[in-house]
């Protein structure tokens, strides 16, 4: 298998397995703020804003590999 | 009789909107990459046809200055300066006790900041964080945006080569802007950490031989099981605060990469579906970027204040 091949595979599965964590963290992070929203409806602005906050911290691990796939194909 | 409508406009109107977009949404599916993979060779014209989206990471040159070379991305960070000077300007020059329509909207957003700040910070606190974080926010806010606006990024101009340049990229998606912004933040927080506790006390936050040298001092005075066990407790507490010093160092890594990150991803994601299907498949996209360079500007900012008041705040030191 050749190198260009190589770092094709690479890419995909680096963005691939990448985005499978912080993608179940924004999950459990959104499933959490439902469930306070459910319970206190009135607390809509607090809980959302730090469920933003919580999902942007959550994203940066999916945009790191993002980086990493990115630099693969037009880097390296 | 009430003129009968959709949306204030008259029926024609909005029929000839209906059509406008229907035409634009069928030659931009025909014209991107999709319709030529689809249908093979149309035969249309050339201008409608959007080439492979060629992405470069490292910024390219526009002209030197003796020796220093000024790159697209630093000519449009200059040009968020200018738009936020010439729009501080605007609205403080005939600043009046009852706002016009422009200053009360940028006193929303600054207003909305400083709740932001004092909330997280508390009040005092919060006033003298406030210059910093907004700065730190406007300016992400405005490279994000402004390399949204309709022919930021139509300008080509020939290079040394003879390659088509980009006269103007947005400066997040070069990697020496947040690296830049994320070591200001970081010197800000040290700063300040060292400035409320003294330079002692604020190492003293890393270097933790406390409960170590208490320790040892109890093995030397007899007590064997006090002392190992409070030996064993230090050692941990060594480590815990190397670790910390560790995190504190990382964080400039990670604001970096994910101001990076984030914006040189947007980047290509809407050159990618340019590509696909040049008009109708970027304009989600475009939603999207405008949402995420937002949200990035308060996560930069919102994330120094934390910081900021972590570093500041005066730890109860728990007696052994």
Redesign the interface.
Known sequence: MDAETMKMLAAGLCMGLGAIGPGIGIGILAMGAMQALGRNPEARGPIMTNMILGIAFAEAVAIYALVVAVVLIFVA | MPKKGCLGCSFPVVIGVLVVLLALTVISLLSGALGSSFFGDLGLPNWLSVGAPH???PAEGIFHIGDFTVTNTLLASWLSIIVLVVLAWAVTHRIRLIPSRLQSLIELALEWMLNLCQDVAGEKNGRRFFPIVTTIFLFVLMNAWLSLVPGFGSILITGAEGEPIYLLRGANTDINMPLALALISFIFVEYLGIRSHGGLGYMKKFIRVGQFSRGVGQLFRGKLRAGFGRLFNGAIDIFVGALEALSELVRVL?FT??L???M??GE?LILMMIFLAPWILAIPFYGLELLVGL??A??FG?LTLVFATVAVAHHEEESA
């Open positions: 992405v470069q990471l990670s990469f994910r990076f990150g984030n040189t991803g290509i949200v990035q308060i996560i919102g």
